[in-house]
Antibody, heavy 117, light 107 residues
Framework: VQLQESGPGLVKPSETLSLTCNVS????????WSWIRQPAGEGLEWIGR???????NYNPSLKGRVTMSVDTSKNQFSLKLDSVTAADTAIYYC????????????WGQGTLVTVSS | DIQMTQSPSSLSASVGDRVTITCRAS??????LNWYQKKPGKAPNLLIS???GLVSGVPSRFSGSGSGTDFILTISSLQPEDFATYYC?????????FGPGTRVDFK
């Protein structure tokens, strides 16, 4: 299984960041799929996760700005982050949650999103 | 949220050294503790899950131990490719949280 993030690398302040993660080599069904980010020089932050059925859990730290969705017909899932600021500039990773121990067992390569006017 | 701490924040070591990194959770997380290795420009790589479960393909010089709130990652004999940043992460509850990382660099 391989994951690949895609989306704009530059987003203006106050606009919406939108990313998609394409899952290849396996089915999206039956797993939780997470988004994780890392600002330059900082640690890793879990943004949230979506199950293949569409249920979601988000990190409260993002104060309701996050929406995740799944498109099983395309074998992909998506992230939207509203009202972005410079603090949202980071490398964004998608990852698959292990069904048992809930570790992040498979990761995409990551995509840099810069918030700037 | 469950807070994860790590010590040390960085360490300098030589090839062949035994390296120990400690991770502490702000409350019991049972055995839902995972370790990742991160190199610059690369995605994190899962090394150990559920405290001590070595991921397939990860060298046996990596090992994990602990329970409850206190956990340890050990590299028995540091190799050149092991110079990286190591993160612990709890998967006990949401939001999932990571430790701040321990950078291992060359002495």
């Amino acid at each position: 299984v391989q994951l690949q993030e895609s989306g704009p690398g530059l987003v203006k302040p106050s606009e919406t960041l939108s990313l998609t993660c394409n899952v290849s080599g396996g089915s999206i069904n039956g797993y939780y799929w997470s988004w994780i980010r890392q600002p330059a020089g900082e640690g890793l932050e879990w943004i949230g996760r979506t199950y293949s059925s569409g249920s979601t859990n988000y990190n409260p730290s993002l104060k309701g700005r996050v929406t995740m969705s799944v498109d099983t017909s395309k074998n992909q899932f998506s992230l939207k982050l509203d009202s972005v600021t410079a603090a949202d500039t980071a490398i964004y990773y998608c990852a698959r949650d292990h069904a048992g121990d809930r570790s992040f067992e498979i990761w995409g390569q990551g995509t840099l999103v810069t918030v700037s006017s | 949220d469950i807070q994860m701490t790590q010590s040390p924040s960085s360490l300098s070591a030589s090839v062949g050294d035994r390296v120990t990194i400690t991770c502490r959770a702000s409350q019991s997380i049972s055995s839902f503790l995972n370790w990742y290795q991160k190199k610059p420009g690369k995605a994190p790589n899962l090394l150990i899950s559920s405290v001590s479960g070595l991921v397939s393909g990860v060298p046996s010089r990596f090992s994990g131990s602990g329970s409850g709130t206190d956990f340890i990652l050990t590299i028995s004999s540091l190799q050149p490719e092991d110079f990286a940043t190591y993160y612990c992460q709890q998967s006990y509850t949401t939001p999932r949280t990571f430790g701040p990382g321990t950078r291992v660099d060359f002495k």
